[in-house]
C-alpha cells in the first residue's frame, strides 16, 4: 500500500464522507435545540449525530492524512455558517399573518450570537485538535505498526479515543463558559464538561468495532494510508493536501 499518491485526488469515498460530515454538523445544530435526559444526566439531543463528526474526522485522518482533515473541517465549517446565515434571515423576515408557527421556529433557528460564536469557535479548535493527536500518533506508532489486522486495530483504537478526548474536551472547555457562562453556574460548569466529554468519548468506543471496519474498506478502496511526514499544522494553510 502506498504512503502518499497525488494529494490533488479527490476520491468519490472522501466526498461522501466530507457530505456526511456536513449533515452531522448540520443536523446537530437543529437538535441542539431540544434537552433530553439520560438518568441522572442532562444533555443536549445533538449529542445523538454530533459525536459522528468526530469519527469521520478520525477516519479522513487515518486514510488519507492532516491535509485532507484540515479540509474538511473547513468544508464543515462553511456548509454550517451558511445554513445558520440562512435561518437567521428566514428567522428576522416576519411571518404571514395565516402562519402561527413564529415561536417554534423562532427555538430552532434564532441561535443567538454568543450561541453560535461559541459553537463555531469551539468546534474548530476542538476539531483540529482531534486531527492533530490523530496524525500525530500515527506518526509515532509507524514505525512499531504492527502488520497484523489484530495490531492495527489495537493502534487505531488507541488513537481513536484518545484524540477524540482531547478533541471533545477542548470544544467542551471553549463552548461551555462562552455560551453558558454566568447562564447556569459556575460550579456546575466542570460537571457539565466532564459528563459531554465522558458520554462523547463513550459513544466513540462504542462506535469503534464499525470505524475499524470503515476505516480498512476505505484504505482498501483508495489504496491510500498517508503518514504525515513533512507537513504544516497551521490549519489555515487550506491548499497544502
Same mark, same amino acid.
Given at each position: 500500500?502506498?504512503? &502518499?499518491? =497525488?494529494? %490533488?485526488?479527490? =476520491? $468519490?469515498?472522501?466526498?461522501?464522507? =466530507?457530505?456526511?460530515?456536513? $449533515?452531522?454538523?448540520?443536523?446537530? &445544530? $437543529?437538535l441542539e435545540t431540544k434537552q433530553i435526559s439520560f438518568g441522572p444526566a442532562n444533555m443536549t439531543a445533538g449529542l445523538i449525530v454530533f459525536p459522528i463528526s468526530y469519527i469521520l474526522n478520525d477516519v479522513v485522518c487515518e486514510v488519507w492524512g492532516y491535509g485532507r482533515t484540515r479540509l474538511l473541517i473547513w468544508i464543515g465549517f462553511a456548509m454550517n455558517f451558511l445554513f445558520v446565515i440562512f435561518g437567521a434571515i428566514a428567522d428576522w423576515i416576519p411571518g404571514a399573518p395565516y402562519w402561527h408557527g413564529e415561536e417554534g421556529f %423562532?427555538?430552532?433557528f434564532g441561535l443567538a450570537p454568543r450561541i453560535a460564536g461559541a459553537s463555531f469557535l469551539a468546534f474548530i479548535c476542538g476539531s483540529f485538535m482531534n486531527a492533530y493527536v490523530m496524525s500525530r500518533m500515527k506518526l509515532s506508532s509507524q514505525n512499531r505498526h504492527p502488520a497484523s489486522s489484530d495490531g492495527f486495530s489495537k493502534n487505531f483504537s488507541a488513537r481513536a479515543v484518545l484524540s477524540t478526548v482531547f478533541g471533545e474536551l477542548t470544544d467542551s472547555i471553549i463552548f461551555f463558559p462562552l455560551a453558558l457562562g454566568g447562564v447556569i453556574p459556575w460550579e456546575e460548569m466542570p460537571s457539565l464538561v466532564i459528563t459531554q466529554v465522558t458520554i462523547k468519548t463513550l459513544y466513540e468506543i462504542v462506535a469503534l468495532p464499525v470505524t475499524i471496519r470503515v476505516v480498512k474498506f476505505t484504505k482498501s478502496h483508495d489504496n491510500e494510508d498517508v503518514f504525515d511526514h513533512d507537513i504544516t499544522y497551521n490549519i489555515f494553510k487550506i491548499t497544502k493536501l
Open positions: 500500500m502506498q504512503e &502518499n499518491k =497525488s494529494p %490533488h485526488r479527490i =476520491s $468519490v469515498l472522501f466526498m461522501l464522507y =466530507s457530505i456526511l460530515f456536513c $449533515v452531522c454538523l448540520i443536523t446537530a &445544530n $437543529v %423562532h427555538q430552532i
